[in-house]
Structures are given as structure tokens and as C-alpha cells.
């Protein structure tokens, strides 16, 4: 994505931006309309004194996608004024950082320390013009001659120097003369202002030290809030804008640009810097914990940097889409960490292949499969609605691992995967039985002994009904594989309040390692490829990875576990009879495997209601007999439009997603509204990918979804006529990779699919496009 269009910029179409119209966007649209610029110019200024975070790609998302929706310009300025600190590595690092992220600054990229001349000429002007003057006092003179908030300052005795006085003494300084804080520069602010920052603020200091770029050929340095502004004047920035804690600088901002007559009038304006539950977003507090080692370095996976991001394997479309979520505001507020989680989810649950690993391992020995025998059975790699394709084969043979999680001994009711006596599938493959449990010494299960009904490949069994479905990986097959679950770095949401240190906060269990086992499939993938383990997680191969020895990372669970465990935990009632202490199922890394054993009687009534009478799968009717609320919610969309499943799937994954935190009884959509949207969905109205947009519209509105569909036009196109001229056009104009198609990479039918979804805006129906490429390409 260049930013680099010289042309008259013009006020893009709502539907056409990148950033969610704010009140920045009204000040741009106002100033194009009103002839103040006719092109707009941003910048990104990092000072380059530690690795981005997450914060930082807030304030870049906005000024670079501000650029790209105007056709303007986006700038990168190492703001690098203070030599001290700053370091080529983190230059470096911020510079990938940002392309990373999917932005370019093409040939705009600035240091502060390019300007070094250009800034000290201005303040030589400002000398000449009576505005500046070259103070003695010490550093702690300086403090107390500023006053308080509530009492004024004094001038400096220095103050009535003469020009003459003050230009030598000024150019002895740059000359080297006098040590570090013999004397500062200083504008003639107002030492009586109630801005304590417009009381003679300071201009120019001494510092002998080495800068990584100029070297040793200054040791006067400007000060922020001098080279700030004069910068962004030099590079033509027409709308410069920064975090709200500079609200108080803005003025000094305007001082420098009004009396050193730089050749552009910058304005600054200030937004809500993003605040993160459950992790810190400050450079010196992050450095502190890498100095510290409480975490591996910056790019830790359970750090907010952008480093740390990446390396966990969130997709840089994700980050943006979290950022423009997020939005800009005039206020600060904090954010829930669970939004992130969903842009993250909401991202990879479209691209992901899925596939199987088991990360407790426990064996189960199939004794009517044959020896030495194996099958390759097929196994899809994406979900129906998912407009991917693609599958592999995945080996099956006598001895199967399977999650310990998924095997209890005395079940509970309602509990649909292994135990004794019953049956269960094993996903893509047979139905299996549990015949024996085998024990250690100590009584811990070692092993199960089990059979299989060979006549279950891709149907149900006879006469009876098996409704659980488990993930596993065959034992000769298996690839042994490190995995690394991560979790919160803190366990207070805002790590910084109260009296304790950050650092005393840190979760102990931020870090949980496993060893697993991962079909042999992914081998042969790219290192990068983000994969879905099923019913487990999104997870990606690690740096530390090699051929030999997997390693994973999980990049986000399926689902918030967090947000389980703080929506009212199913106590149970202390006043009733001791029930015998339920068989707990053996515990497993990720979320609690079975919060139905924890739930009360009238919470378990509504659990084996969902599941017998509506047929919902084990995990929506935890989740919605675990939350009265929802379960409400549900019960009374369900009256509505009574397909149930797709009703609580709908509830389940993208209601309580997009709701980002805030309550069901508080949403503007009412259960008969949530109904009409899956109604339109199942009723191929609408895809379920513009379902998506509808129903946060929906939120933000109030409105139904009829209403929303009809005024933005966002009816499926389930026209073959409409479709097959793109269809046709798409086919010709990417022989090569129809030929790769024909030659057997049948992965690409994807691509063309994705390609015709992208260009109908997401509009065409997907099964459509799918059989029609499909025919198209024999
Ligand atoms: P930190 O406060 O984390 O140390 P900083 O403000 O010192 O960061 P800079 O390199 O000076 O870091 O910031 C570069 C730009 O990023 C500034 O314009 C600043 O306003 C913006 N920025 C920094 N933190 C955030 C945040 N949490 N949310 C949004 N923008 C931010
Ligand atoms: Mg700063």
C-alpha cells in the first residue's frame, strides 16, 4: 500500500475507507472542502528508544490508513533528538514494524536529526527576534523558579539578556564550550501562564554524547517539543496528531510554528491513546520487563509489541482490524483485551486449515483393527463456510492418541465422548467403543483398550446414536511436537493501579508448556501457515522450530476462557446436601474441558435440554446453559425462528464476540432481530460472511436486519448470469495458475473462489461461485 499520490486529494465515499469516520476525518473533510490544504500530509514520529507495541500500531493504522484513504502522503520521522537512548536496532526494527503491518512510507522517510541544521538556524531567528534566550540557571533553579499549578513562576534572572549576549552565547554552546547543563535555551513564553508548559519552555539543551547518526557533530540537542512541530512543518505534515497527554504541548506546538515561521502551518490534534486490559503499553515499562528477563526478549509472544505479535502468529489484518474496532476517540478509556482476541479469531477463522492434535496425550488401542494396517482416510481442511478448499489425508491405524480431556470414567449425563461401555466418533474417521481401562499402580488411567465398527466410515452406525466427535492422531504416525500455551502476561487488568508494581502482577502461568502430538500433515507446510487445531486453538510454528523438533505457539484459544470464569461461576448451593464429589475430568491445558460438572441442577436441566431436544452441540449448550443471560437471549430468538442450532450458533460465536464485552440484557438487538438476521442467513438472503457486518451494524444501530440489507444492497447474488461473466474474466486472466489447477494443484480453487468473493464485495453465494469455477476449470 504506497501513500505517495501528488494529486489533488479528495473526501473518499464512507464505504471506501479504511478508518471509520471520526472526529479527525471531520476535520479533514472540512479542511478539503474549505480550500485550507488541498492534499494532506501524516506522519508516524516514533522516538527510537525500544520496539513498537500495540499502541504504536493504533496511531499508525490511523495515520497511515488516513493517507491511503485521501490519497495523500504518510511519512516515518525517527523523532531521535535525545542521543542517550536511542539505538539503530530499534530504528530498524520499527521500520519493519511498520511494513509489516501493510504500510509503506515510499520515499518519505525522515530522521528529526536531518533537520538538526534547519532547526538551529530557526533558533538563532528566534534569538535575533527578541523570542529566546539562553538561560544559566541549574537544572533545580529551573524547577523552582517554574512555580506550582496553583502559584506562578518567576522570571529567569538570565531572561533580560541582550540579543547580542545571547546569540554568542548560544553559538559557544554549539561550539562545544560549556559542559552539560552549563546553560539551556529557552523561549520567552509567560512565566504567570496556568499551562505549566508555556512557562518559558525549553528550547535547546547541552549533551555531549554521541548520536548514532550525526555522531560526534553536535551536543546541542533540541527538545521535543521544539523539533516536534518544526519537523512536521519541514515535511509539509498538514495534520499532525499525536496521544491526548500532548494537550498541554499543543500550545507551546503553536508558539514555535507562529514565531519561527516555518515554511507550512501544521496543526496538531489529539486522540485517546489505546489502553490494554491485562498487559502494559508503555516503552519504559516493557523494557523493563525484557531488561528484567521476565519475559524472552521483545519479541516475547505474550507481549503486546509488534514483535511479540508477530511471532505468536497474529495476522497483521487482524491488528488493523482491532485498531479501526477500536476507533478514535476524544476520550481515554480502557480496552478489553477480548476485542483483540476476537479480530484475531474473527481473522483466522476464515484462512486457517484445520487440523488435528492431541496436546494430553492419552493411547487407546483399537484390538479388532489389524496389525500393521493402515488407511489414509480424507479430512477436509476447511469448514463448508469457509470459501477455501482443500483436504488431506490423515493416517489411521491399531493405536490412536486421543485428549485425555475427552475420556472420563463415570461421565456425568450429557457428557457425549468416551467412557466405558460407550461410543464415540473419531473425527473423519470410525466410530469407536471403550472396552477396558488400563491403570498404573497408583490408579492413574495408562491406557484404553477399545474396538471399532468398521462399517461407520462417513455414516452412522446402526440403530444407534453417536453424537460426540473427537479429535486424534494415529501413534506411528504422530509428530512429536513442543506446544507453548499462552496466556495473559498479568492477572489484574490494569496492571498499573493501585500501589504494587507492575512487575508484582505478572501471571505465574502466562506460559504453559506441553508436549503433543500433530498429524504428520502439517510437515510439509510453510513454516507460517496459522492452523486451527481442532477444538483447541489457532496455533503457528515457532521460531525455535525446526524439522527435527516442532515447536507451536498457541495464538489465541477457540474461545474466551477468561470470559467463562468471570460470568457468574455456577456456584454450588452450600445450603443443599453434600453431593458426592463429581469424577473430575482430568484437567487439560486450555479452557475447564467441562464446565457441565460444575453447573447447577437447573443449569444441567437446560444443558440436556439443549442438547436432547434442540440438538445443540455439547459445547453451545455449556456455553449457553453456563450464562442465565444468554440462555435467555437464545431461548427467546429460538421462538422467533426455531433452527436451533444455527440460532445459538449465531448467539454463541458472533453475538457474544461482537458484543465486545458488554452485556446481553444491555444490546440493542432484541432476540426477534438476532432471529430475522439467521432467518436471512439460512435463507441464503445473505452470506453468512455479510451476516457478520449486518449484525455489528445491527449493534451499532438498533436496526433490523431487513433494513440494513435492503438500504446498503447487500443481497447474495445467487445470479448465475451475473456471476459467470466474472467468473469467465477471472479464468482468463490467470492462465498460469489455471494450468497449475489442471495440473493438479486443485488448492487453487480457492483463489479463484476468494477472488470472485473479494470482488463482489463478498455478496456472491459461495456454493454458487465454487460449482461454477469448478465447471469452468473441468
Ligand atoms: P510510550 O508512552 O509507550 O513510551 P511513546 O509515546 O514514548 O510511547 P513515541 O515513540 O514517542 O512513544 O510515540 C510515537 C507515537 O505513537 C506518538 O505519536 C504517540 O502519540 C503514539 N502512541 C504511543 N503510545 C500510544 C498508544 N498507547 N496509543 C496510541 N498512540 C500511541
Ligand atoms: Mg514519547
Not at 490544504?37 to 497511515?64: M, Q, W
Not at 538561560?135 to 506550582?148: F, K, N, Q, V, W
Not at 449457553?624 to 425462528?641: I, K, R, S
Not at 440489507?709 to 451475473?722: P, T
Amino acid at each position: 500500500m504506497s501513500t505517495n499520490a501528488p494529486t489533488h486529494n479528495k473526501i473518499p465515499d464512507d464505504e471506501a475507507r479504511i478508518v471509520t469516520p471520526n472526529f479527525i476525518t471531520d476535520v479533514i473533510d472540512a479542511d478539503l472542502e474549505s480550500g485550507k490544504h488541498d492534499r494532506i500530509v501524516t506522519r508516524f514520529p516514533p522516538e527510537p528508544n525500544g520496539y513498537l507495541h500495540i499502541g504504536h500500531a493504533k496511531s499508525i493504522c490511523l495515520n497511515a490508513g488516513l493517507a491511503l484513504d485521501y490519497g495523500g502522503q504518510f511519512n516515518l520521522r525517527f523523532d531521535d533528538t535525545n542521543p542517550t537512548t536511542e539505538d539503530i536496532e530499534y530504528v530498524e526494527a520499527i521500520r519493519a514494524d511498520v511494513r509489516w503491518l501493510g504500510f509503506d512510507w515510499g520515499e518519505h522517510l525522515y530522521h528529526a536529526s536531518d533537520f538538526f541544521e534547519e532547526l538551529y538556524q530557526y533558533a538563532e531567528k528566534l534569538i535575533r527576534d527578541g523570542k529566546a534566550y539562553v538561560d544559566s540557571l541549574s537544572e533545580e533553579e529551573i524547577r523552582a523558579y517554574r512555580g506550582t499549578v496553583t502559584e506562578p513562576g518567576r522570571n529567569s534572572p538570565y531572561r533580560k539578556r541582550s540579543v547580542e549576549e545571547n546569540l554568542d552565547l548560544f553559538r559557544r554552546m554549539k561550539a562545544g564550550e560549556f559542559e552539560d547543563g552549563a546553560h539551556v535555551l529557552r523561549a520567552k513564553g509567560d512565566m504567570a501562564s496556568t499551562n505549566m508548559k508555556m512557562r518559558d519552555p525549553l528550547l535547546y539543551r547541552i549533551r555531549h554524547a554521541h548520536h548514532y547518526r550525526t555522531g560526534d557533530a553536535w551536543c546541542i540537542y533540541p527538545m521535543y517539543d521544539y523539533a516536534h512541530p518544526l519537523c512536521d512543518a519541514l515535511e509539509h505534515v498538514t495534520h499532525s496528531l499525536c496521544s491526548l497527554e500532548f494537550e498541554n504541548n499543543r500550545e507551546v506546538y503553536d508558539w514555535a510554528i507562529e514565531h519561527a515561521e516555518p515554511p507550512a502551518r501544521p496543526q496538531q490534534y489529539e486522540f485517546a491513546r489505546l489502553q490494554l486490559d491485562y498487559t502494559v503499553l508503555s516503552k519504559r515499562k516493557l523494557i523493563e520487563l525484557v531488561r528484567g528477563k521476565y519475559v524472552s526478549g521483545w519479541d516475547d509472544p505474550r507481549l503486546p509489541t509488534v514483535a511479540g505479535l508477530r511471532r505468536r502468529g497474529v495476522t497483521p489484518a487482524a491488528i488493523r482490524d482491532f485498531a479501526n474496532r477500536v476507533g478514535v476517540a476524544k476520550a481515554n478509556s480502557r480496552t478489553d483485551i477480548a476485542l483483540l482476541e476476537h479480530s484475531i479469531r474473527d481473522d483466522l477463522n476464515m484462512k486457517a486449515p484445520r487440523v488435528m492434535a492431541v496436546l494430553e496425550p492419552l493411547k487407546l488401542v483399537i484390538t479388532n483393527y489389524p496389525e500393521g494396517q493402515r488407511e489414509l482416510l480424507d479430512a477436509p481442511y476447511y469448514p463448508h463456510d469457509v470459501p477455501k478448499e482443500g483436504s488431506r489425508g490423515v493416517p489411521f491405524s491399531r493405536e490412536v492418541y486421543i485428549e485425555r480431556g475427552d475420556f472420563m470414567e463415570e461421565p456425568p449425563k450429557g457428557f457425549y465422548r468416551l467412557s466405558p461401555g460407550a461410543e464415540v466418533r473419531l473425527r473423519y474417521g470410525y466410530v469407536v467403543r471403550c472396552d477396558e481401562v488400563i491403570k498404573d499402580d497408583q490408579g492413574h488411567i495408562t491406557e484404553l483398550r477399545g474396538s471399532y465398527d468398521p462399517d461407520t466410515l462417513g455414516k452412522a452406525p446402526e440403530g444407534r446414536k453417536v453424537r460426540g466427535a473427537i479429535q486424534w492422531v494415529s501413534v506411528p504416525d504422530a509428530l512429536d511436537a513442543e506446544v507453548r500455551l499462552y496466556d495473559r502476561l498479568f492477572n489484574v487488568a490494569d496492571p498499573d493501579a493501585g500501589e504494587a508494581h507492575f512487575s508484582d502482577h505478572l501471571n505465574p502461568d502466562s506460559l504453559v508448556t506441553v508436549r503433543g502430538f500433530v498429524e504428520p500433515s502439517v510437515a510439509t507446510d510453510a513454516d507460517d501457515t496459522r492452523y486451527q487445531f481442532e477444538r483447541q486453538g489457532y496455533f503457528i510454528r515457532d521460531n525455535d522450530s525446526t524439522a527435527d523438533a516442532l515447536v507451536f505457539n498457541r495464538i489465541v484459544p477457540l474461545r474466551d476462557s477468561w470470559a467463562k470464569q468471570t460470568t457468574e461461576p455456577a456456584k454450588p448451593d452450600p445450603k443443599k446436601a453434600p453431593t458426592p464429589e463429581p469424577q473430575k475430568a482430568a484437567p487439560t491445558p486450555d479452557a475447564p474441558r467441562n464446565p457441565v460438572l460444575e453447573f447447577t441442577p437447573a443449569q444441567k436441566s437446560r444443558f440436556t435440554q439443549y442438547v436432547d431436544k434442540l440438538g445443540l452441540s455439547d459445547n453451545d449448550a455449556a456455553l449457553l446453559a453456563g450464562n442465565e443471560a444468554l440462555a435467555d437471549y437464545f431461548d427467546a430468538a429460538v421462538n422467533h425462528y426455531d433452527d436451533a442450532k444455527s440460532v445459538a450458533n449465531w448467539v454463541v460465536n458472533e453475538l457474544s464476540g461482537a458484543m465486545s464485552g458488554s452485556d446481553v440484557t444491555d444490546i440493542e438487538v432484541s432476540p426477534e432481530q438476532l432471529a430475522g438476521l439467521v432467518r436471512l442467513i439460512n435463507d441464503d438472503v445473505i452470506s453468512n460472511r455479510i451476516g457478520k457486518d449486518v449484525l455489528a451494524e445491527m449493534l451499532a444501530t438498533g436496526s433490523d436486519a431487513d433494513t440494513i440489507v435492503e438500504a446498503k444492497g447487500l443481497r447474495q447474488i445467487s445470479d448465475e448470469g451475473e456471476l459467470e461473466p466474472i467468473v469467465t474474466r477471472l479464468i482468463s486472466d490467470n492462465s498460469d495458475k489455471v494450468d497449475a489447477y489442471r495440473n493438479g494443484k486443485t488448492g487453487l480453487l480457492g483463489f479463484f473462489v476468494g477472488q470472485v468473493m473479494r470482488e463482489t464485495g463478498g455478496q456472491a453465494n459461495p456454493q454458487m461461485v465454487q460449482k461454477l469455477v469448478q465447471q469452468k476449470l473441468g
